[in-house]
């Protein structure tokens, strides 16, 4: 639920214990003058072992890394629960609903700039059961795209997560961010990315990604 950056701030927020969280993610940074609109995919729900602080999720960071907006699956309570929200201040937003997921299930994501909120709608594709709310962060310049994996008292003994189709659209008409590979942060993930393609039209940049899995701990 921390940013990947404000991880300290965050944690002097949430009160959580300072103990430091385990992070694998991959980061698609946007260059200078450019930022994301929209981000959307699918998500493949993994098997949940026990209760624990799993929060796996794709989220958007600011330039300034303020905070992070994110589709968290949280393993708190022993059940899956996908919702989204943004952590922690600056603006403090009420956090979005969500619903329980399985393993197996598959939860399309979708997180779209409009003229003053970002929406974002998640869906169970098993059910049509969803969920849509707005944040008040259009302000926000949002350059990093990112899949993360953030453990605390856990470890990665879920197994893969494949996220599909995704799809990142970005203002500028630099495409660099989204044809080369992603920052792997502390080289700590095993993934693999398939049929990355790229558009430009009408100075909007779209990025296409047939797949993006996180394999395993390095
Ligand atoms: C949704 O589920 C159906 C079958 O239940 C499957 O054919 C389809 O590919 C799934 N869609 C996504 C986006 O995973
Ligand atoms: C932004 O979200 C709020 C709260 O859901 C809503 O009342 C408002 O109409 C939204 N504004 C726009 C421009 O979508
Ligand atoms: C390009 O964008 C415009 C709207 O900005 C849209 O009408 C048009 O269909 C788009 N062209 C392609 C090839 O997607």
Do not use: H
């Amino acid at each position: 639920m921390c940013s990947v950056l404000g991880l300290i701030v965050c944690l002097l927020l949430n009160f959580r214990p300072a103990r430091a969280a385990t992070w694998y993610f991959l980061r698609y940074n946007a260059p200078s003058g450019s930022q994301f609109l929209s981000f959307s995919g699918t998500m493949s729900i993994p098997t949940l072992k026990k209760a624990g602080t799993y929060y796996l999720w794709p989220g958007l960071q600011p330039t300034d890394n303020s905070g992070v907006y994110q589709n968290v699956l949280d393993g708190r309570s022993g059940t899956w629960w996908i919702g989204s929200g943004w952590c922690c201040s600056n603006p403090s937003l009420p956090w979005g609903s969500g619903f329980n997921v399985n393993a197996g299930d598959t939860v399309t994501f979708s997180n779209m700039k409009g003229s003053s909120n970002w929406t974002s709608t998640l869906k169970k594709n098993s059910t049509g059961e969803g969920v849509s709310n707005d944040f008040a962060l259009a302000s926000k310049s949002f350059n990093q795209a990112i899949f993360a994996i953030e453990l605390d008292g856990v470890s990665w003994d879920f197994g893969s997560l494949t996220f599909s189709n995704v799809v990142i659209t970005a203002s500028g008409a630099d495409t660099s961010w989204c044809t080369k590979a992603p920052e792997n942060y502390k080289s700590a993930t095993n993934y693999a990315i398939s049929g990355v393609s790229v558009s430009v039209n009408n100075s909007v940049i779209t990025c296409r990604i047939n797949s993006v899995i996180l394999q395993s701990p390095r």
